[in-house]
């Protein structure tokens, strides 16, 4: 593509000549006035002259045409990949590249914004990854965009200027436009919550776009995995249910609401959200039968923590001595047995029996209704000293009923290091503690106790042995509650470094944790975790069964998957998620839950191809729409950038002409010597036509 154009040169600058040029013309006008004979040639004179100072030439360009470029842009997230939506996709892709391969002058770039690992799966952004394919190009090369895409995009630029600056902008929806759906929204719900107390969660569901008149949806309510909770719902009106947290941590809770015959997708029917559970404040009732050196430990230990509300009793001196003390002037506090253990005994959170004999005080009524708090759900230790060897030992009063552990009735006085037991390698509770191996032999490396009771072990778990790898710590589940039961009343010794010492505070911190069932201290659960785009899955148990587990992703795909051992009683594994929602991962007797992307997202919540999203940039590039299912691929014709860029059944893409210059020539208009000729020939021609 050449082009032709002419240039001057002024031989003088502008300032001589513009005065010259002004005499002349006076000179001239004078002479029309005065009807001066050879006016025509003193014209052809100073017309010569004039052409001669400004030294005019013809400049030829040698051009070669710049391809404009055009972009097309595919949405492969998750909501095109229902119903026959990826099948339309490829479809419209093969007679794209047919269709643009007919101009020679354009450059065609395709984007795929969805698809690969790193890709987000909760929104779809299209006009970010069309701002990087054209980060490079001129804006004034730019033939347009062209969007496969359902209109779901949650980037549409809100600046008008942005809006226009990539020429026409063409969609090409995925969808049909008679589709419906039916979702469930978590319209409101807390990201954190008291355990044991209520939270509320205001959920709707909605029959998009239009619902029947006083329709009501059923909701099935999970609360981690657990059993399903059926709940009616208004449709188009937000709901407030409440749910009780039972433990501290993550609590998942899952919404599914049933599904229409023949809506688009049943993905966004269900939603989740999690709901970490906090302990507002810790109580724990402590209760030492006598002051030994042990008291002081346990009343560190509890409160060193702020959380912990620590009410402690010591009894020192049983209701039977008599020993002539008046009562005036006894400073000593009553045991308050009723309001402890009757009115406000469900209010702690956890209770501790250190080196308790039976003195009396507490009747058996009371004893019994500890029982029942266990059974129910409560959190009991026993820390037994000498006295519970004796014949009035504890165990032989209702609280009996929930030990793990019966006395022999000896007590062994000898030094020796409590040993993790096989079974306590894998129990979370006992599981890694700092000092477990390293020691002599292989043994542990923390220092010796000195006491021990004989026990004999009828239920539970014996994750700590002692002298003759006797039970020294067991734990067990009794009706919903939990026991533990320390064989020794001298894990004070590792609190005074005696011999290096030992992890009491971590042992004692984990043993309360898993007493008051907190979830990190599970010792049969099953996890699953989303860390990014992967489902982390990691199974605790106690015995070396390794079952494969199943996922099923939010589609009802499933997928089994084989667990490693990572450590003794851990096992993990990974897989990657294929799209955004709820996994399920079950071992056939556990269950866990798995929220990928960000809980209830975007790129769920309306899965119906629209074009109001994108309605604002059709209009500001001058764009056009069509519907792949009715209309397929409309015929693409190349416009000029001043006329109309859509039409019936057409896109156009902007020719913008542009060009780089690969070579120039210039010929002088006026030699020099045929300029002076027309001048004074001109001037002769004057003078001869005057003089007659």
Same mark, same amino acid.
């Given at each position: *593509?050449?082009?032709?154009?002419?240039?001057?040169?002024?031989?003088?600058?502008?300032?001589?000549? /513009?005065?010259?040029?002004?005499?002349?013309?006076?000179?001239?006008?004078?002479?029309?006035?005065?009807?001066?004979?050879?006016?025509?040639?003193?014209?052809?004179?100073?017309?010569?002259?004039?052409?001669?100072?400004?030294?005019?030439?013809?400049?030829?360009?040698r051009r070669d045409p710049i391809r404009d470029v055009a972009v097309v842009v595919v949405d492969r997230s998750p909501s095109d990949q229902i119903e026959d939506r990826p099948a339309r996709i490829d479809a419209a892709l093969a007679d794209?590249?047919?269709?643009l391969a007919a101009f020679p002058d354009l450059e065609t770039r395709f984007v795929t914004v969805g698809e690969g690992a790193s890709a987000p799966l909760d929104e779809t952004h299209l006009f970010e990854a069309l701002g990087a394919a054209t980060a490079d190009v001129p804006r004034r090369r730019l033939a347009g965009a062209i969007l496969v895409t359902d209109g779901q995009v949650h980037d549409v630029p809100t600046d008008p200027a942005v809006r226009s600056s990539f020429g026409p902008v063409h969609t090409l929806l995925t969808g049909r436009p008679d589709e419906f759906d039916r979702r469930i929204v978590v319209a409101q719900a807390p990201s954190f919550g008291l355990v044991g107390q209520d939270v509320t969660v205001t959920l709707r569901v909605d029959d998009l776009p239009n619902a029947e008149p006083g329709a009501v949806a059923t909701v099935t309510a999970t609360k981690d995995a657990g059993a399903p909770e059926a709940l009616q719902l208004p449709v188009g009106r937000d709901t407030q249910v409440s749910f009780r947290l039972d433990h501290g941590g993550p609590t998942v809770f899952e919404f599914a609401v049933e599904g229409l015959p023949g809506e688009l997708s049943q993905a966004n029917n269900r939603a989740a959200i999690v709901v970490n559970g906090v302990r507002d404040r810790l109580r724990v009732l402590l209760v030492?039968?006598?002051?030994?050196?042990g008291e002081r430990t346990w009343r560190n230990i509890l409160k060193s923590d702020p959380s912990v509300d620590l009410v402690h009793f010591t009894i020192l001196r049983p209701p039977e001595k008599q020993d002539g003390t008046p009562i005036n002037e006894?400073?000593?506090?009553?045991?308050?047995?009723?309001?402890?253990?009757?009115?406000?005994?469900?209010?702690?959170?956890?209770?501790?029996?250190d080196r308790y004999r039976r003195m009396?005080?507490?009747?058996?009524?009371?004893?019994?209704?500890?029982a029942r708090y266990v059974q129910e759900g409560g959190?009991?230790?026993?820390?037994?000293?000498?006295?519970?060897?004796?014949?009035?030992?504890?165990?032989?009063?209702?609280?009996?009923?929930?030990?793990?552990?019966?006395?022999?009735?000896?007590?062994?006085?000898? /030094?020796?290091?409590p040993v993790v037991t096989e079974l306590g390698q894998r129990h979370p509770v006992t599981a890694t503690l700092e000092g477990s191996t390293g020691g002599p032999g292989g043994g542990p490396s923390w220092g010796r106790w000195f006491r021990q009771i004989d026990v004999v072990p009828h239920g539970g778990n014996v994750v700590m042995t002692g002298i003759g790898d006797r039970p020294l710590l067991v734990l067990n589940r009794v009706g919903e509650g939990r026991v533990a039961q320390m064989a020794s009343d001298q894990i004070w010794l590792w609190s005074r470094g005696f011999e290096g010492g030992g992890p009491q505070a971590e042992l004692l911190r984990r043993l309360a944790h898993w007493l008051m069932r907190e979830p990190e201290l599970e010792e049969n659960v099953l996890r699953a975790e989303a860390a990014g785009q992967r489902i982390e899955i990691r199974r605790r148990n106690l015995d070396q069964s390794n079952p494969p587990v199943t996922v099923t992703d939010p589609d009802g795909k499933t997928q089994s998957v084989t667990l490693s051992e990572a450590s003794p009683g851990l096992y993990a /594994?990974?897989?990657?998620?294929?799209?955004?929602?709820?996994?399920?991962?079950?071992? /056939?007797?556990?269950?866990?839950?798995?929220?990928?992307?960000?809980?209830?997202?975007?790129?769920?919540?309306? *899965?119906?191809?629209?074009?109001?999203?994108l309605a604002p940039v059709t209009e500001a590039s001058g764009g056009g729409v069509a519907w792949l299912a009715s209309d397929g691929v409309p015929t693409l014709r190349r416009t000029r950038p001043d006329r109309a860029a859509a039409g019936a059944g057409w896109f156009g893409l902007r020719g913008n002409g542009d060009y780089t210059v690969t070579g120039m020539t210039e010929t002088p208009l006026l030699p020099p010597l045929i300029a002076l000729f027309l001048g004074l020939g001109g001037l002769m021609a004057a003078w001869r036509r005057e003089g007659r």
């Open positions: *593509m050449d082009a032709a154009s002419v240039a001057f040169s002024p031989l003088l600058p502008w300032t001589v000549l /513009g005065p010259l040029f002004g005499l002349a013309v006076l000179a001239l006008l004078v002479g029309a006035w005065r009807r001066a004979p050879g006016l025509g040639w003193r014209l052809l004179a100073f017309a010569a002259l004039a052409a001669a100072l400004l030294n005019p030439s013809l400049v030829e360009e794209l590249r047919t269709k030492s039968g006598e002051p030994h050196p006894l400073s000593l506090i009553s045991f308050p047995i009723r309001e402890l253990f009757e009115t406000n005994l469900k209010d702690f959170d956890l209770i501790i029996f009396g005080v507490l009747p058996n009524l009371y004893l019994g209704n500890i959190a009991f230790l026993e820390v037994s000293g000498e006295a519970f060897a004796e014949p009035l030992s504890l165990y032989r009063t209702p609280i009996g009923n929930i030990l793990p552990a019966e006395p022999t009735g000896e007590v062994l006085e000898q /030094g020796f290091q /594994g990974r897989v990657n998620a294929q799209g955004p929602g709820i996994y399920r991962v079950s071992d /056939g007797d556990k269950t866990a839950l798995a929220v990928v992307g960000t809980l209830n997202p975007p790129e769920l919540s309306d *899965m119906r191809a629209v074009t109001d999203k």
